[in-house]
């Protein structure tokens, strides 16, 4: 895979297969209820598309749920990447459709950590980076709590050395 | 610090007049009259008119009483509220900008309302300070005061400077308005509140327009669409000139003064100091012309859209000369690889195309040529339009600033300063990764926050971004 720019150095650890695994289940579970009471609440006998989505729907469901749970994890562990260089903070996101950002230390404002309901079952912790401006902020998705802490204090401390203007 | 300052009593008046403070009270009373009724006739409404008088008279003499603002050396402290206290304090130098406005009825008093632009990109209007009602030449001393106290705490404070005139509005070019579309939306959404009460009104007050006869009814329609259309282009160069009206843009010292306005007369203050860039729009309409529109991109400015005008609307050469004087020219625009043309056009059929095939299933199933008909037209629509926004795209970089170019409905080219770029996003869509294309936007404090050099050729990015920033960005380039 050769992008327009360098891919970040570092890859996230396997957990976050798990946990993007997890997301993709209750994807697929939502949408199957929602299958379910369409087979079985809508008349089958009704003229118009509902005979042929009756097949039609499940199968997307399962091809979704294929790809939600057993490719997608696996294909976003490649594509999500990050790296901390000597003065910038480095990502890359997405899936089919990928998003490297580039932030310097030197224009950080404020660092967070969070940490969602099911990050927390996997141990992992999400550390954004925000600028000045709305649309340039840095996430690195799904560290290990300790790893993501640690860059978090790192970012601020340095931030904070060679801060200019940051605007 | 000294004694807090009084606004003018007048203002005391003034917002008796206007039921500034009363206002809020209105949800309280609709109640209490409905409950009451309006028997006992005139001697009752007379009474309430007295009643809501006083009650504004008072409110407004409470809120004047306890409003209080100093303007310390090392920062500006308002104080007010009827029954809780609120006391804002707000740092010399996190002050951004300065605006002295004049509605009609302030300027019949002879007084000001001052704003002070306070924290970075607020949406909430409660944020900035506001110090309604003082005279002319006390809003002029507060502005200087805060302004200057801010300078000193810089190191180079500049004497009192001599201003330079950068940009003065000629009137005529408010014949421009009918193709800008934000002005032509005012008379528009005037029309449509008349519709609106003209369907509210009962029936017996209405005109009958049924009964007038077929024979007559083309030429009222076009009588009708000729006023209609006149109305339009009345309204809006009626509504440019209320805010446009004498626009005068003036440097003096360290700042950009844009004065405007035929009723509230509006001064804003920028500080040059913190212009990242600048922005020259220019709508389909405005381009059929040759006028453009000039906004500055000014870190932490609340409001920017207005406030960062530099040039509400005028002729080309104007723009740019002006967009030069306040940053350096980065040079001609290089155009985006053939493959960004071909995926502009691609995206410009698409919904024709999908149509298109829509249409051939009706035709062939229920012999429905309309729709096949429509989605060749939008087709073959398509076409100029994706090679009108391949023809948009550009960018190009100087000595110190870079500048990017997209748009067709409105096309905006933004020049930024080197130093003004926060950040990088680069983004590739399965597609753009096929056809060797990738949308780089320079994330900036300033504006809408990013501005994007879209479709250009992916292996052109890291020498870019490079050229577009500070050496941080080297980390894009592989090693």
Excluded at chain 2, 136 to 155: K, Q, S
Aim: proline share 5%; net charge positive.
């Amino acid at each position: 895979m050769i992008g327009p720019v360098r891919e970040p150095a570092w890859s996230l650890p396997r957990t976050a297969i798990g946990l993007w695994g997890t997301e993709g289940l209750i994807s697929s579970a939502v949408l199957g209820f929602g299958v379910g009471a369409f087979l079985l609440f809508v008349p089958s006998d009704v003229d118009g598309p509902v005979p042929v989505l009756r097949w039609l729907l499940p199968i997307l469901l399962v091809l979704y749920a294929v790809v939600a749970i057993g490719v997608r994890p696996w294909f976003k562990h490649r594509v999500y990447r990050w790296e901390i260089t000597a003065d910038a903070a480095y990502t890359r996101t997405g899936w089919l459709s990928q998003t490297w950002t580039l932030v310097p230390i030197s224009r950080i404002q404020t660092v967070d950590v969070t940490r969602g309901v099911l990050q927390q079952l996997f141990g992992l912790s999400t550390v954004a980076v925000l600028t000045a401006s709305s649309q340039g902020t840095v996430r690195i998705w799904h560290l290990e709590n300790d790893i993501a802490q640690r860059v978090a204090t790192d970012l601020a401390h340095r931030a904070e050395q060679v801060r200019d203007q940051a605007t | 610090m000294s004694e807090p300052r009084r606004t003018s009593p007048l203002v005391v008046l003034l917002h008796t007049i206007t039921f500034r403070q009363a206002r809020q009270f209105v949800p309280a009373i609709i109640p209490v009259v409905a409950a009451i009724g309006l028997r006992g006739g005139t001697t009752t409404i007379a009474l309430l008119v007295v009643a809501v008088t006083l009650v504004s008279l008072g409110t407004a003499l409470l809120s004047w009483w306890r409003f209080g603002y100093t303007d310390g050396p090392t920062s500006v402290v308002v104080s007010r509220g009827l029954l809780s206290r609120s006391v804002r304090t707000v740092p010399n130098d996190r002050i951004r900008g300065v605006e002295v406005e004049a509605p009609p009825l302030h300027r019949a008093f002879g007084l000001v309302r001052v704003r002070v632009d306070a924290a970075a990109g607020v949406a909430d209007k409660d944020e900035e300070l506001v110090v309604d009602g003082v005279t002319r030449a006390e809003g002029d001393r507060l502005r200087a005061a805060v302004l200057t106290h801010r300078a000193e705490a810089l190191p180079e404070a500049a004497a009192e400077p001599a201003e330079e005139q950068f940009a003065r509005f000629d009137n005529r070019w408010l014949l421009y308005a009918p193709l800008v579309g934000s002005y032509l939306a005012v008379p528009l959404a005037a029309v449509g509140a008349l519709f609106r009460l003209l369907q509210e009104l009962p029936e017996n007050v209405r005109p009958d327009v049924e009964g007038v006869e077929d024979v007559a009814s083309w030429r009222v329609a076009a009588v009708v669409l000729v006023g209609a259309l006149v109305l339009l282009l009345a309204g809006s160069i009626i509504g440019a000139a209320v805010v446009n009206w004498g626009f005068r843009l003036v440097r003096r010292g360290g700042s950009l003064i844009a004065t405007r306005g035929l009723l509230t007369r509006r001064h804003t203050e920028l500080e040059i100091d913190r212009i990242r860039g600048c922005t020259v729009a220019e709508g389909a309409g405005m381009r059929l012309v040759g006028a453009a529109r000039v906004s500055a991109l000014v870190t932490g400015l609340g409001d920017a859209a207005r406030r960062g005008q530099l040039l509400p609307m005028g002729p080309r050469a104007e723009a740019w000369a002006l967009n030069r004087r306040l940053v350096a020219d980065p040079g001609p625009l290089a155009p985006h690889p053939p493959a960004a043309r071909r995926r502009r056009v691609t995206r410009a059929t698409l919904a024709g195309l999908v149509v298109t095939a829509a249409g051939i299933a009706t035709s062939a199933l229920a012999g429905l040529w309309e729709v096949l008909a429509v989605g060749i037209a939008l087709t073959l629509l398509g076409v100029p339009l994706g090679l009108a926004r391949y023809a948009a795209l550009g960018h190009a970089t100087g000595a110190t600033t870079f500048t990017v170019r997209s748009g067709w409905a409105v096309r905006e080219q933004a020049v930024l300063q080197r130093r003004a770029v926060v950040g990088w996003q680069v983004q590739q869509t399965f597609f753009q990764r096929r056809a060797g294309l990738a949308t780089v936007l320079a994330c900036v404090g300033a504006g809408r926050g990013g501005y994007a050099a879209v479709d250009m050729a992916a292996d052109e990015v890291p020498a870019f971004t490079l050229a577009a920033s500070e050496p941080w960005a080297a980390t894009l380039s592989r090693a």
